[in-house]
């Protein structure tokens, strides 16, 4: 099949529009490929007891 | 072998032994743990208005919960002794996720808000937390400023029944200065909370000079009503000097009042003033008949006039999360 180059321009760009809506839309659906970190072993500081009577009273921090 | 974080923005690439820009983050042995994980350097039962929270189960307690870490780093953080310390430096109890549960009910507690620090850095504990808390038939809640990616985000909302996010400014030059962060993705943050089901309440703390000019305000409370909806509660926040700001002084109660009066006038529903004692600016009224339903001091709450999440007077549904 012969094909101008016009034509084989005009289908390119349309083929490279396609790829970038559809890029957008599967990126939309799929799941991410985001990914859970992992539990540490031993916390890298000081562990402390619970102080039951601090917790039961609203916290110093903001928020 | 280097690997990289995609719970925030930053997409920190970790080398082996690196942490990243949170401080908890970290590459151990070529792969990516949260260091702080069933580790909270803070557990208090406190009202569930602090966090602030004003249209999620009035007067119920939440169990809140933070670890050290942050991944915004902004110069007036009021809790910077644990969000800006690397977790070696906090000392932290050990409380597991189903531990963590079991002590919110043990004190009564409806809900357990991921608070304090940001939950987004401790993401995976506040998201085996919540799991089992909502089959227990706790709520779940984040306080957060929102600085995450919106696959995580969306993977979070799955068990959290209310959020309050932090809206510093409507300004990307703000949140470069003062927060170490960009603008774009808080915003993203907000639309999608909020697509997710999720009962969103905004704050914006007001800083002299900073953030709190009438186009300041007007700007941000017009994003809030064409993004969130006119319905979304806004607690305009007073600034105290803390921590790398102690060069400004605190905001003036007519400033946040002045910031009320521009968002009530640009038509959002539900306005609020915050860190700071006043009558009318810390109730809730019905949007449609202007009663008084919620009447609150301080954490306390004095009167509620809402039944079955409607105003007990003109019947119309106001919007929150009311059991």
Known sequence: MEMKRREFLKLSGLFAVAMVVGNNVLKELLPSDFSRAFKAGKYPGIVKKANMREIVKPGKWAG | ?323
């Open chain 2, 1 to 323: 072998m280097s690997v990289q974080c995609e719970i925030c923005p930053r997409r920190c690439k970790l080398d082996k032994g690196e942490s990243g820009n949170c401080l908890i983050r970290k590459n151990v042995d070529e792969k990516l743990v949260l260091t702080t994980y069933g580790y909270p350097c803070a557990t208090h039962v406190d009202p569930v208005e602090k966090k602030p929270l004003f249209h999620f189960m009035p007067g119920t307690k939440a169990y809140s919960v933070a670890t050290a870490g942050c991944n915004l780093h902004c110069k007036n953080c009021q809790n910077w002794e644990i969000s800006q310390s690397p977790p070696d430096k906090v000392p932290a109890r050990h409380l597991p996720p189903k531990e963590l549960v079991k002590e919110a009910k043990k004190y009564n507690c409806k809900s357990i808000a991921y608070t304090y620090t940001d939950p987004v850095v401790f993401f995976e504990y506040a998201y085996d937390t919540s799991a089992i808390a909502r089959k227990e038939g706790i709520k779940n809640i984040l306080v957060t400023a929102g600085y995450i990616n919106k696959e995580p985000m969306k993977v979070l909302c799955k068990n959290v029944d209310a959020a309050n996010i932090d809206l510093k400014a409507y300004s990307d030059k703000f949140y470069r200065d003062v927060c170490r962060a960009t603008l774009k993705p808080v915003l993203e943050a907000l639309v999608t909370t909020k697509s997710c089901g999720v009962m969103v309440e905004v704050t914006n703390l007001l800083i002299p000079t900073l953030n709190d000019s009438d186009k300041d305000i007007t700007e941000l409370v017009k994003w809030v009503k064409a993004n969130m909806g006119k319905e979304t509660p806004l607690h305009f926040s007073r600034f105290f000097p803390n921590f790398r700001m102690r060069n400004l002084p605190a905001t003036s109660i007519n400033k946040l009042k002045n910031a009320r009066k521009i968002a009530l006038a640009e038509g959002l529903e539900y306005v609020y003033i915050g860190n700071v004692p006043t009558e009318e600016a810390e109730s809730t009224f019905c949007p449609f008949c202007k009663e008084l339903l919620i009447q609150r001091s301080g954490y306390s709450i004095l009167k509620n006039q809402i039944q079955d999440g409607k105003c007990s007077k003109c019947k119309n549904k106001i919007y929150g999360v009311w059991k």
